[in-house]
């Protein structure tokens, strides 16, 4: 959406008398509108990962070896030898000696009501808990509409500087601003589809049911947005059966797929995935497409129970969405991960109303998930990069190559390190960031052949 000057300042004034700045922003980098141009040339002098070594069981070091990368429209084409000749006419780029890992996924992050790059805002005291931030937003959003796509592209940059090429973005549906946020949203995004991947999660933040959104969910869906949201169903929604069961029969009739906001802990919050879970039994389209997002309620279950749900979970190929929190109690990540559910994580609040302090760097979470659990060792903390790419490991939990393999999609990130687990308990700087092959941060150089 591009801004008049008059427009900037109506923002800027009506922001003013909230008593929020209203920052001005520069254009966001634009793509082809939702197509993704892949890349093709040669990536030469890379280090990749090749096993762990070992004295005895336990892991004391990763092997490395340097190779060159082909990449093809792209995806990774073929893994090659060092000095493997180029193909003729062919880009050769010098990766520097530099260890390569997969780009990193965000996958809980709100780019709709950030206020990253713009002016300081000064965060006011909460008052009413969610309710209140609820109350706030429905003065705030409508006077940040018009920036918006400015707003939103300015934290993809930070991302994308970062390491992720990835994110799954939710986004306010609500009986304020409607559609809107999801429409401007997916506008921005489709602009920058040859650098940056995204899913939209239609959130409810005002309640599903009791803001009677079923409607604008509809409607919401109908706009682009990939994923039907919900949020705390029995604090909040005011009905615990009618808010999931509304949530998961527009996934069904859309085709699309859930995932919810779950803030609320204990026996409410376990009994509102046991009937996420039921569904997804009794409707195997809904496998693979259902994630759980926070899931406080797991951290009151005691070890047994908990495994117990993980193997659910499992089951219906359920995933959890966390943030890894910490404080007195932290979540049982490592009991979902050996039960084989898969879990992500994000950076949710970037600079905005609910929290200032997000720095939008996944990579610090799975550092942050290895102080948490323990994972201290270099195997552990080698494994850990799952947490930041959403799954992808350079090498797998026996120590096998399992990345970059001929016909993965070319997103990528350079890094000065030896390896993983030096990347992630160094947070080395990404140094380049390839999304399809386009190289969407950083620099390298490259000569024509």
């Known amino acids: 959406m591009q801004l008049s000057r008059r427009g900037m ?38 280090l990749l990962e090749t096993g ?36 003729a006419g062919t880009t050769v780029r010098d990766g520097a000696g530099m260890l390569l890992l997969p780009s990193f996924r965000d996958m809980h992050i ?7 790059g713009g002016p ?46 990835f994110a799954r973005s939710q986004c306010n549906v609500d009986p304020v601003i409607g559609t809107k946020h ?30 009677d959104l079923i409607p604008t969910m509809r409607a919401a869906m109908a706009a682009g947005a990939t994923h039907v949201g919900g949020i705390d169903p029995t604090t909040l929604d005011g009905g615990m059966e009618k808010s999931v069961d509304a949530m998961m029969q527009i996934a069904l009739d859309m085709n699309k797929g859930v995932d919810i906001h779950l803030h609320e802990p ?32 797991m951290m009151s279950l005691p070890v047994p129970e908990m ?32 039960q084989g559910v898969k879990v992500y994580t994000g950076t949710d609040s970037v600079e905005d109303h609910w929290s200032v302090f997000g720095s939008g760097d996944v990579l610090e979470k799975a550092k942050l998930a290895c102080q ?6 270099e195997y552990g903390i080698s494994q850990s990069l799952k947490i930041a790419t959403g799954g992808p490991t350079p090498l797998d939990a026996a120590g096998r190559q399992a990345w970059p393999k001929a016909g993965d999609a070319a997103d990528m990130v350079l890094v000065p390190a030896s390896c993983s687990a030096e990347a992630v308990a160094r947070l080395s700087p990404r140094k380049a960031v390839f999304h399809a092959g386009n190289l969407v941060a950083g620099t390298l150089g490259a000569e024509a052949i």
Request: charged residues 20%; without cysteine; aromatic residues 6%.
């Open 372 to 377: 948490l659990y323990g994972w201290s060792d």
């Open 52 to 87: 762990y070594r070992r004295e005895g069981t336990d892991v004391v070091g990763t092997e490395t070896a340097k190779a060159s990368v082909l990449v093809r429209d792209g995806k990774i084409a073929a893994i090659l030898a060092a000095d493997a000749p180029a193909p």
């Open 307 to 338: 495994e117990e749900l993980a193997v659910r979970l499992a089951s219906q190929q359920i995933s959890v969405a966390s943030t890894l929190p910490f404080g007195g109690r932290v979540m049982p990540i490592p009991v979902l991960l050996d």
């Open 182 to 211: 999801v429409e401007l949203l997916k506008h921005a995004l489709d602009q920058r589809a040859d650098g940056f991947g995204h899913e939209i999660v239609a959130f409810p933040q005002h309640g599903f049911i009791s803001a």
């Open 9 to 46: 300042l109506a923002a800027a004034l009506v922001a003013g008398a909230a008593g929020v700045a209203a920052p001005a922003f520069a254009a966001a980098k634009k793509g082809s509108p939702g197509t993704v141009h892949g890349a093709s040339f040669l990536l030469r002098n890379v």
């Open 266 to 297: 204990g026996a409410s919050g376990i009994a509102a995935i046991g009937r996420i879970t039921d569904t997804v039994a009794h409707e195997p389209s809904l496998r693979g497409k259902v994630t759980i997002s926070h899931a406080f309620s």
């Open 120 to 165: 300081w805002v000064p965060p006011r005291k909460r008052t009413g808990g969610i309710r209140g931030q609820i109350v706030l937003e429905q003065t705030l959003l409508p006077q940040m509409l018009p920036t918006l796509e400015e707003r939103a592209g300015r934290l993809v940059d930070l991302l994308q500087s970062n390491g992720t090429t």
């Open 110 to 116: 709100h780019l709709d009501k950030t206020f990253y």
